[in-house]
Nanobody, 126 residues
């Protein structure tokens, strides 16, 4: 069993920064990748950023590239998302996800991730 719990969401103003955390539990010996997804009201869930757990190679959606930074703390089994220059378009529920599929071929696709947290709300006012 793998449990993921997001934290750090809240209400901020446009231009502000915010950091999200994802606490993980359960087996980690074969964890392959983790990612942040988000879903705004009326929209489909979309990838924000992803990272290979051991190698640290990262992927960013074009919409957040240069503003967001994904990172992880392996000893603490923690995943982070540092968000800078936030805008109202970033308002969404942010989800942490984990994949144990070494053969995954689409790191930005939702179906590649087996475990998900409950999400944390990020609201950016104008």
């Amino acid at each position: 069993q793998v449990d993921l719990v997001e934290s750090g969401g809240g209400l901020v103003q446009a231009g502000d920064s915010l950091s999200l955390s994802c606490s993980t539990s359960g087996p980690t010996f074969n964890r392959w990748a983790m990612a942040w997804f988000r879903q705004a009201p009326g929209k489909v869930r979309e990838v924000v950023a992803a990272i290979l757990w051991r190698g640290g190679i990262t992927y960013y959606a074009d919409s957040v590239k240069g503003r967001f930074t994904i990172s992880r703390d392996i000893p603490k089994n923690m995943l982070y998302l540092k968000m800078n220059s936030l805008s109202p378009e970033d308002t969404a529920v942010y989800y942490c996800a984990a994949s144990f599929n070494m053969k995954m071929t689409a790191v930005a696709e939702e179906y590649e991730y087996e475990y998900w947290g409950q999400g944390t709300q990020v609201t950016v006012s104008s």
